[in-house]
C-alpha cells in the first residue's frame, strides 16, 4: 500500500463525490484506492509507461496537453504501445483544487476533464474566483453542487494528492512541470512532439 493510500485510510475519511465517512477500515481503503489509484489513459499491459506529473495551473503542461499529447496518443498509446499515468503535482492551491474535482469526476471521464482544464486553463486560472470557475466545469461534467463542494472540503483527498507529490518528489526528483518518467527514466523539459518520440521509438521497438 502507497503512502498516499495509508494517509488516506489513517485520516480515515474518504468522500467519493463528497458525502460520508468510511467507518469500516476496509471500506475507507476501498474508496482512497478508488480516488487516488493512478489514472490511466491506453493498454494496461502497453510495454512502454509514461507517468505524467503534471500541475493543472502550469502552461507548459496545458500546451504539451492540448498540442503535443494527441499526437502521442495517436502514434503511441491508441496503437497499444504505450500507456500514459497521470500523477497530480500541483504547484499551487487552485492547481490543488482542480486535481481534487479530477478525481472526483466519473472515473471514466477523468481525462476528458483534463482536458476540458487544460483547454480553457488560462480562464479559470487567472479567474477573479477560481473555485467558483472551477466549480462550473464540474457541474458540467455532471457533479451536483454538494458534490463539489465536499469533493473541495476533503481533507484526506487533499492530503493524498499532496502524498502522491512529495513521492514524485523523493522516487524520481521531479521538481517542476511537467516531467515525464518513461520505462523509470525521468525526462524533464520535454515541450515538442519530436523529443519525446526519440525517446519512445527505440523502446516500442524492442
Known sequence: MSQLIRIVVFVGVLLIGGGAMAADPVVADSAAARLLADRVEGRKDAPVTIIDYSSLTCPHCAQFHMEVLPRIKKEFIDTGKVKLVFRDFPLDGVALAASMLARCVPEDMYFRFLDALFGSQAQWSKASNPRRS??????????????????????????????????????????STPTFIINGVKLPHVSSYEEIAKVLIPLVAK
Open 134 to 175: 472551477l466549480s462550473g466545469l464540474a457541474r458540467l461534467s455532471g457533479m451536483t453542487q454538494e458534490a463539489v463542494d465536499g469533493c473541495l472540503g476533503n481533507e484526506a483527498l487533499m492530503k493524498g494528492i499532496q502524498a502522491m507529490k512529495n513521492e514524485g518528489h523523493a522516487q524520481f526528483g521531479v521538481d
